[in-house]
């Protein structure tokens, strides 16, 4: 197997091409010729993933955030994002990501939000081409009070809190959603009908919102993290006799903490 074969499986579910102009998505580290022998998945890529991935035997990594996301003009151990891609340069471990491409895909990460929180008629909120795009919008089974519309998604998402503007008076019915940051999407979440929108990352001055309407700040890393098995999926169905496996870290490897 070779760094290229696992690339091609990923692409197929999420392009590389569907990535934004701001993204990084893709092969980080390695070459496409280089040999694998094993897959690690994990969410962001750290020394300590890079650790867990020589310890495991595996020489290339998939996250979804990008190893290299911001300009990163010397190569300081002591910064973390230095730090990581001295230790896969190291290790010869090779290391793909696939960011935003994921975000848009039918199944991607804002789609597998919606499944967690068992949502029907669920279409892309922020087409780019059909079936692409930022963002999700669908409706729940049954309308909810916002307290307990707000309970699920705590629970969805293994939350123990989350922070929300003032919860609208009438029951919630649709609910639309994009995972990690998503404040630019408030517009769209409003024009397509939604009494709450979920996302992550959002500051003070967006929680001032139309009476009827009402934002969760569920967290970037909980809204996103689903994406890991996700991609892990992708690979096993490709090649189900190919070791593929995914970080026993991943449910500890947020940098957020709640105190």
């Given at each position: 197997?070779?760094?290229?074969?696992?690339?091609?499986?990923?692409?197929?579910?999420?392009?590389?091409?569907?990535?934004?102009?701001?993204?990084?998505?893709?092969?980080?580290?390695g070459s496409p010729e280089q040999e694998v022998h094993g897959v690690l998945a994990g969410f962001d890529c750290t020394p300590e993933l890079v650790q867990e991935a020589v310890e495991k035997g595996c020489d290339m990594?998939?996250?979804?955030?990008?190893?290299?996301?911001?300009?990163?003009?010397k190569l300081d151990p002591a910064d973390p994002a230095a730090a990581a891609v001295?230790?896969?340069?190291?290790?010869?471990?090779?290391?793909?990501?696939?960011?935003?491409?994921?975000?848009?895909?039918?199944?991607?990460?804002?789609?597998?939000?919606?499944q967690k929180l068992g949502l029907k008629n669920v279409r892309t909120l922020a087409p780019e081409d059909p079936g692409v795009g930022f963002g999700v919008v669908g409706d729940l089974p049954e309308a909810l009070p916002a307290k307990?519309?707000?309970?699920?998604?705590?629970?969805?998402?293994?939350?123990?809190?989350?922070?929300?503007?003032?919860l609208v008076k009438e029951p919630v019915s649709r609910i639309a959603m994009c995972g990690g940051s998503g404040t630019s999407l408030i517009p769209a979440a409003l024009a397509a009908g939604a009494q709450m929108y979920i996302c992550g990352d959002i500051s003070y001055h967006y929680f001032f919102v139309p009476e009827g309407f009402m934002v969760v700040d569920a967290g970037h890393f909980e809204t996103e993290v689903e994406i890991v098995k996700v991609l892990l999926s992708v690979i096993r169905k490709k090649f189900p006799t190919f070791v593929a496996l995914a970080s026993e870290n991943v449910g500890k490897a947020n940098p957020v903490n709640y105190l």
């Open positions: 197997m070779k760094v290229k074969d696992i690339v091609a499986a990923i692409e197929e579910f999420a392009p590389a091409s569907y990535q934004s102009d701001f993204d990084n998505t893709g092969l980080q580290y990594i998939v996250t979804h955030h990008p190893l290299i996301y911001h300009p990163i003009k001295i230790a896969a340069v190291k290790s010869g471990v090779a290391v793909y990501s696939a960011h935003t491409s994921a975000d848009k895909v039918q199944d991607g990460v804002s789609w597998t939000m919606a307990e519309a707000v309970a699920l998604v705590k629970k969805a998402f293994g939350l123990p809190v989350v922070r929300t503007s003032a």
